[in-house]
């Protein structure tokens, strides 16, 4: 029967997609706990309390968040990318990031002793808003010309991140925009970024939608010949992107590319069968940006760069990479 | 049977459907047929409820298509639209798969798998099914969009300009595999069709559109005449019979 050779040619390369993402995160993480400032090794993790609490309070903490940020970056953005139909869009660029900024301006502004998860929810709603108005943009531009959509998305991200550099200017917080947009991880610590935890599971639940998401990919049309219901999926994604935006931005900060490097390069690899691929990109997204916090701890230690910095160096050749060798079709 | 009343509907202020009254057989060949800008596709995705009409009613087997759960109306109706533009990277075997969504919801069951190699043979597309949509040709594009669609396994099918990629083979295969399906499984076949030939050799039933009207609908015998063909399109049209088989000249 010609299906068994199939399921079991694709099955196995899918399986040693998932084996080397695995490893790949494992040996990253290993490395990740015992690379600081402190000097932490195997043995004195467990044998000196001191070392022990380091390991506990600092070095794991940041892992987890390294790891939990890359993996619901990518995600939301390979989401966004099938919600527009369009693979140059990231939440960075449709407006998502900076909307979610304004939000917490706002509420920063407004009523400063709100708990920090209450702002968080302000910073989703803001950004939902705004990338609900970016999708509707996105409907009056003619399909046939893709690279017009994140030139109008930039643009677009560029009047409300001005928007938000005025505000924040006027307003002496403007501190705060720098933090929010460069992605770093020094300053994480135990009990400071576990609303991290809330992004992966957001990401997880992208997952259980993971055929609708696939299927919006392939258009409306065909989506509601098979009987989807395409308006919740699209609230779902939008719902989705923006929760992970605001958590990103309120405990860590966020990093440029991610969203938009690493599924394209998983597309290039795995296409966009979500139910297949989507483990792939968040390990990838994962390991990606715990390898540049890990380059940014050694490269000049000890002082450090930021995680976001380096990553926008290695997106950029990436992005060029992918975009110089794309097929004249694709 | 699929019943349409009173149907209008307009693009910008500009009418392009206006106050259809149609009925279309069930268990037959349906073709769709008129001049460019008809409104032929625009009543075709309305069947299909691809869009939200302005005003009137379609209804399947007596219910009106607007009250019937998404889910239920896939798995009695499929469409297959007219551009398919794809920008995402599925494979070809994934596509087909995706046929079987209304009925499974991604869990797909033995008969599903059975029913999909049946598609993949059935449209010639085993040595394609690794592929990415992506890589193919227009119209080995068009055969794995069809062939999503045959999976699918409803009652009803609408197909808008399916020819319009296809080689003279595959063109021909289509139309004998539409005709199988009407007469072996009781399918129902609606087709927006631009080649006379293939209305007059494979149609049961016609249904002749001009400025978003219906000009004539009826048994293609009776009512393809060369008159009513040269009215419709405005073109000299003759229609004459060689060893049986009814032919259009109308390409000089």
């Known amino acids: ?330 | 049977m699929i019943q349409i009343k009173s149907l209008s509907h307009t693009i910008t202020d500009t009418p392009i459907l206006q106050d259809i009254n149609l009925e279309l057989p069930q268990g037959q060949i349906t073709a769709l047929i008129g001049p460019n800008g008809a409104g032929k596709s625009t009543l075709l995705n309305a069947i299909g409820r691809q869009i939200e009409v302005a005003h009137g009613t379609v209804t399947l087997d007596g219910s009106d298509i607007t009250q019937i759960a998404p889910r239920d109306l896939a798995r009695q109706m499929a469409v297959v639209a007219q551009h398919l533009a794809v920008g995402s990277r599925i494979r070809v075997a994934d596509l087909v798969g995706f046929g079987r969504w209304p009925h499974s919801q991604g869990r797909t069951t033995p008969t599903d798998q059975t029913i999909i190699e049946q598609a993949i043979e059935e449209f010639d597309l085993i040595a394609l099914r690794h592929r990415f949509l992506d890589e193919l040709s227009g119209g080995q594009r068009q055969r794995a969009f069809i062939a999503m669609a045959y999976a699918q396994d409803t009652c009803w099918l609408l197909l808008d300009e399916p020819l319009n990629n296809l080689d003279l083979k595959h063109a021909r295969t289509l139309m004998a595999q539409l005709r199988r399906m009407v007469e072996h499984a009781g399918k129902s076949v609606v087709i927006v069709l631009h080649d006379l030939n293939y209305t007059l050799s494979w149609a049961d039933h016609v249904v002749a559109m001009c400025d978003g009207k219906v000009v004539f609908t009826g048994p293609a015998a009776q009512v393809a005449t060369a008159q009513s063909l040269t009215d419709l399109y405005e073109t000299p049209i003759q229609i004459s019979t060689v060893e049986g088989q009814v032919f259009a000249r109308y390409h000089r």
Not at chain 1, 283 to 291: I, K
Not at chain 1, 300 to 329: C, D, H, K, M, Q
Request: net charge positive; with cysteine; charged share 10%.
């Open chain 1, 1 to 330: 029967m010609p299906s068994a050779g199939f399921w079991a040619k694709t099955r196995t390369g899918v399986g040693w997609a998932y084996c080397a993402t695995l490893v790949g995160l494992f040996g990253l993480a290993g490395t990740s706990l015992f690379v600081g400032v402190q000097d932490l090794s195997l043995r004195t993790a467990f044998t000196d309390p001191e070392a022990f609490q380091l390991l506990l309070v600092s070095r794991l903490p940041r892992t987890l968040a390294a790891l939990l940020t890359g993996a619901s970056m990518a995600v939301s953005g390979v989401i966004m990318q099938l919600l527009v139909r369009n693979r140059f869009v990231e939440p960075g660029t449709t407006g998502t990031n900076e909307s979610a900024m304004l939000g917490l301006l706002a509420v920063t502004l407004l009523a400063p002793s709100l708990p920090i998860f209450a702002k968080m929810l302000v910073a989703a709603l803001a950004a939902l808003v705004g990338t609900f108005g970016f999708m509707r943009l996105a409907r009056h531009l003619p399909p046939q010309q893709p690279l017009l959509l994140p030139l109008v998305g930039l643009i677009y991200a560029g009047v409300l991140y001005a928007l938000a550099t005025f505000l924040a200017y006027q307003t002496d917080l403007i501190q705060y925009i720098g933090i929010w947009l460069a992605g770093e991880f020094s300053g994480v610590i135990a009990g400071r970024y576990e609303l991290l935890w809330l992004a992966g599971a957001v990401s997880l639940v992208a997952y259980i939608a993971a055929d609708q998401f696939t299927l919006v990919g392939l258009g409306r049309g065909l989506s509601l010949s098979l009987g989807l219901r395409y308006g919740q999926v699209v609230a779902l994604g939008v719902a989705t992107v923006s929760m992970v935006a605001a958590l990103v931005i309120v405990t860590v900060g966020t990093l440029p590319f991610v969203g938009l490097v690493v599924p394209n390069v998983v597309a290039r690899m795995m296409g966009d069968n979500l139910r297949q691929s989507l483990p792939v990109v968040a390990g990838l997204g994962a390991g990606l940006v715990l390898a540049c916090d890990l380059l940014g701890r050694v490269l000049r230690a000890p002082y450090e760069i930021p995680a976001g910095t380096i990553f926008g160096v290695l997106g950029a050749v990436l992005f060029l990479s992918l975009l110089l060798g794309r097929r004249p079709n694709g």
